[in-house]
Structures are given as C-alpha cells and as structure tokens.
C-alpha cells in the first residue's frame, strides 16, 4: 500500500487559497476546548434561572459584579487604570466600566446587549372574576407568536409600589413548591370557529388571560368571592390591595429553568436566551478584564423588545450622559471620547432551521455550531432601521477574531423581502461610533423555549474578551 500522502493538485491548492471554507465548530474545535464551553454553559444556565427579567439581571450582575471588585460609580470621580465600577439606571440598566491604561481621548471598548425579553405584563387594572376564575389581564411584551403563549406554565415577577411608596419585590412560580399560572386556550374538539382565524388571530392579544385562582372566599354576603379570595392571599403575603396594581410592574414569564437539548446536550433550551445569551457573555468578558489598553464598558440595557425608548433603552442619553461625566473629569468633551469609541452590538440573530427553510437565504444565514455571528446590517427589506457597519470596521473586527482562533460566521435575518428586525447597533451608530452586531444565533426566537448552541455562546464570550483585550 502507497502511503505517501497524495498531492494536492493545482486546483485544490488554488480552493484552499481563495475559497471560503467554514466549518462546524464542532469539527474545529478540541476536545479541551468543547469541554470548557460545556462548563462556561453551566453559569450561563444559572444566569437564565436567576435573571429572568431586567430588573432580576441588574441584580445578579450588580452581585457578580461586585463580588468580582467593581464598585458603585462615583460621579466626579478620576478613575485610575484597572479601576472597575458600576452604574446602575433606574434598576433597569446597568454600565461596568474598567478603566484602561490608554486615556479615555482613545476612545472605549464597549459590548452593548439587552437584557429584556418578550413576555406578557400585566395591565395597571388586571385583577378581574369571571364565571368564579379568577384571571389577570395581560398586555404582550416585544414580538411573539401569541399561540405558543398558551397552556405555558408561568412565573409571576416584578415590583408592586404601594400607597405609602414602600416597593414590593414578587418573584413566584420558581421554586418548587411554589405554584404557577397559564394562559388557558379552547380544546380542539371545540375549536372550528377558531382554527378559522388567520394564524396571528389564532389568540388575540385580549385572550391572553392568565389563570390564577378558582376557590372562593366563604362568605355569602360579597360578590366576586374568588377575587375577594386570590386578593387576601396576596394581601396576606404581600401587604398589597387591588388599587396598588396601578404602581406595579408585574410580568409573567415561562417558569421552566433551562436545560441542556439533545442527546449529545449541545444546546441550552430556555425562555429569555434572546438577548441574554449576549449580556452573560458580554457581562463575563467585562467581569474577567484585567489592566486593558482601552477603557472598556459592557453596558446591559432595557426596552430593546419595544424600540429602544424609554429611559432605560439606547434611544435615550443615560449612556452619552454617562461617558460625558466620565470624560469631563479628565477634561474632555464626551463627543470626542464617543467619537474614538467603537462598540460590539451584542444581540442574538435567527439561526438556520432546516424544518422551516423558506425564509432564509442559505449562503447569508448563521447556523448553529458555526461560531459566534457577525451581522453587518439588521433592518427590514431595503436595509431600514439599521447603521449597516462600514467596511473598514467589518475588516478590523474579521482580523481580530481571526487572529484569536474566534469560531465565527456572518449572518443577516432572511431573505431581503422576508421581514426583518432591529438591534441597538442603530442607536449606539447614531451617537458617531462605529458599531457591528455580534452575537449568538437563536434557534425558535421569541418563543418561550429558545435555543441555542454552547460552542456559539463560548465563542461570544471569547469573542468579547479578545475586544476588551485588543
């Protein structure tokens, strides 16, 4: 038997050359490497099961955080290099910041992702009996499919402010033994007239009723006893009466935690990955930092799911007030320290689905196992509502990651006439800073139990640290 290895022929040497030759990560990648993304995936879990809305991930990253050394912010304050601290906007969005060696007229490094997600909230005036249930009205949260909302065991979390201004934190149908509410719908023997609606009319948006009570209060001389009933409970519990549903903020959100997907349990399952698998990363990167060139910022913002507005979205000006206070310490106008700045758009993007493949282009959509996604441009149709990355800072960021052994891919969202959709990259653009979208591609997006890879979010966090470092 011959074996000399075989030449390769002119050809093929000619291929290797000028030919894009992507493969899965889990062909590229060692046995080492595959093992730590699967261990990097047990925090990540963690993080799912903690921080299921915006209020609960500023939380678990102001303890991470600070259990990492960062302190709170000190307007005012001159920072030395390495020094590491925390701003925290209305309970909703936070900024960590680790000053560099570099001054901040060189500009910063900054991971922008979101940390809220779709869900339903509850209306100002929820609470309501019919027919001796008990329901709350609900108003949805960000794009979803309000059918896959339905027979969905949920959690309850917020914050009730009451009269006398004391907050009220509820977090309920997360514990074991806590008990958990849904979104009833019409069993198919009964459901023609339904089944005849176009499929975004399947459950209206007034249908999304969530279950919460059926045992009324014995005592034949009130009305609405099942309501007199869940309110005692919850006055009992919480010290609330029904007028302070007015000053609340109520969400309700699928109560399963996250598990591994598959036999080979390659992929995480779990409500709320969009964009959270993006802000754990870029939270991780920022937490691991150590003496930076530049000064570095991971920021995790609010209201993303809604158009970014709102003083805790990136349409408002918390993050260039925040970088103006910053600079004018060390003398500087915060224009110029944002003009310098570059920024990664850390959100997720629609991973390639084989079961529904009509939407996507093929050769310009992100798959899973294929690395981390840059995405150029977001948008809809003739590429609105997006800041499309320069050419410049495409290339800048493809040396990067290809000089650190980044597993990535590009990627955009469907075909050009398909739909679309946004990300911050657009405002964090709009301030003069140049701006890209790297994230995770999502497998079932917006619906309760999303999924995604371990060696695409591993590959996110490494791809965040070596931005930082650079």
Not at 81 to 86: N, P, R, T
Not at 166 to 173: A, D, F, L, R, W
């Amino acid at each position: 038997m011959d074996n000399k290895k075989k030449e390769k022929s002119e050809g093929e040497k000619l291929a290797e050359k000028l030919l894009s030759d992507k493969k899965n990560g889990g062909l590229r990648l060692s046995e080492e490497k595959l093992k730590k993304a699967d261990k990097f995936c047990e925090g990540y879990k963690s993080f799912l099961n903690t921080a299921k809305t915006e209020r609960e991930a500023v939380i678990e990253a102001v303890a991470q955080a600070e259990k990492a050394g960062f302190k709170p912010y000190e307007k005012g304050k001159k920072y030395d290099a390495g020094d590491k601290f925390y701003f925290v906007n209305r309970g909703k969005a936070i900024i960590l910041t680790v000053m560099g060696k570099d001054g901040l007229e060189k500009g910063i490094r900054l991971a922008a992702a979101h940390i809220d997600s779709p869900r339903l909230d509850l209306k100002q005036n929820p609470l309501y009996e019919d027919k001796e249930l008990c329901l709350f009205k609900t108003h949805y949260y960000g794009g979803i499919k309000k059918y896959q909302w339905t027979t969905v065991p949920m959690s309850l979390h917020g914050v009730v402010i009451k009269a006398d201004g004391e907050s009220v934190t509820v977090n309920i149908g997360e514990d074991k033994d806590d008990p958990v509410f849904c979104v009833t719908d019409i069993l198919p023997h009964l459901a023609d007239a339904q089944m005849k609606r176009p499929a975004p009319q399947l459950i209206k948006g007034e249908e999304l009723n969530l279950l919460i009570g059926s045992r009324p209060f014995r005592d034949d001389t009130v009305s609405n006893k099942v309501k007199l009933n869940i309110m005692a409970i919850l006055n009992e519990k919480y010290g609330i009466v029904e007028d302070d549903f007015v000053s609340a903020e109520l969400e309700a959100v699928p109560a399963f935690k996250a598990q591994d997907v598959g036999f080979d349990r390659s992929m995480v399952g779990s409500y709320g990955q969009d964009d959270r698998v993006c802000a754990y990363t870029a939270l991780q990167a920022i937490l691991k930092c150590k003496d930076p060139k530049k000064t570095c910022m991971t920021i995790l913002t609010d209201k993303e799911e809604t158009g970014s507005d709102g003083n805790t979205g990136l349409n408002s000006s918390y993050l260039p007030y925040f970088i103006a206070d910053l600079a004018k310490v060390y003398g500087l106008e915060g224009r110029n320290v944002i003009s310098a700045s570059e920024c990664l758009s850390a959100d997720v993007n629609a991973a390639y689905d084989p079961t529904f493949s009509e939407p996507f282009e093929i050769r310009n959509s992100s798959q899973i196992n294929y690395g981390v996604v840059a995405t150029k441009f977001t948008g809809a149709r003739g590429k609105s509502g997006t800041s499309d990355a320069s050419a410049e800072f495409v290339g800048r960021v493809r040396k990067l990651f290809d000089e650190h052994n980044i597993v990535w891919q590009t990627g955009e969202l469907g075909k050009v006439d398909g739909g679309g959709g946004g990300t911050v990259a657009q405002y964090i653009a709009n301030l003069d800073m140049n701006v890209i979208d790297v994230g995770v591609p999502v497998l079932s997006m917006h619906a309760p139990f999303e999924i995604t890879s371990k060696i695409d979010t591993y590959m996110a966090y490494k791809a965040f640290s070596v931005f930082f470092a650079d």
